[in-house]
């Protein structure tokens, strides 16, 4: 089945340390790609949709400079939090849809936990 | 914003039982789909129905769409205590292209 590949798993950071986290899409290509973040006990809150080969379309209240989506091929998309502080601390998770295959669900990696001390 | 709300918010049962989450939306979507998270982890897709469907079934899962009023169910029948979980819906709408989930239930089987 379509395998989504999240990494790293798990982050721990000084505060001003800019984290980047990979998405890769290993067995399908995926021009669009989401990236959610989900505090405990929470629902997913989709921050941004990354598109490849194009900018990221960010939702409301997500702050661009702050969470850089860069998408450069069909199959990896990574998330660059800058200059994180305690309050980044959360759950990012990304998702991917196959490109080549209609009415189809999104494929989630496993998510990257940070922590920013 | 969300735009699933899901009720209960929490769910205990005895293993055996069967268990129902219902899921409610705001806008026309073009399918709703159901995905299980346990503890600390990714996703896993479970079920997607489309808006043009009314109920499907897999294995021990059932999940109903009712678009007039908005809503949705999954039913988990004879549930095991692996099933423990949270349990979220989400809606597609090609519009915005957008995936939106719901609130989630936490399902708690005890063994």
């Known amino acids: 089945g379509a395998v989504v590949s999240q990494h790293p798993s798990w982050v721990i950071c000084k505060s001003g340390t800019s984290v980047k986290i990979e998405c890769r899409s290993l067995d399908f290509q995926a021009t669009t790609m989401f990236w959610y973040r989900q505090f405990p006990k929470q629902s997913l809150m989709l921050m941004a949709t990354?598109?490849?080969?194009?900018?990221?379309?960010?939702e409301q209240g997500v702050e661009k400079d702050k969470f850089l989506i860069n998408h450069a091929s069909l199959t990896l998309s990574t998330l660059t939090v800058t200059s994180a502080h305690p309050e980044d601390s959360s759950f990012y998770i990304c998702?991917?849809?196959?490109?080549?295959?209609?009415?189809?669900?999104?494929?989630f990696g496993d998510g990257t936990r940070l922590s920013i001390l | 914003s969300q735009q699933g709300e899901e009720d209960p918010q929490a769910l205990s049962i005895q293993e055996g039982e069967n268990a129902t989450m219902n899921c409610s939306y705001k806008t026309s979507i073009n399918n709703l789909q159901w995905y299980r998270q346990n503890s600390g982890r990714g996703l896993v897709h479970l079920i997607l129905i489309r808006s043009n469907e009314r109920e499907k079934h897999s294995g021990r899962l059932r999940v109903t769409l009712d678009t007039s009023k908005k809503s949705s169910s999954l039913l988990i029948t004879a549930s095991r205590a692996a099933d423990t979980a949270s349990y979220f819906c989400a809606t597609f709408t090609s519009g915005t292209y957008k995936y939106i989930f719901g609130t989630g239930t936490r399902l708690k089987v005890l063994a």
């Open positions: 990354s598109n490849e080969g194009s900018k990221a379309t960010y």
């Open positions: 998702s991917a849809r196959d490109i080549g295959v209609s009415g189809q669900p999104q494929h």
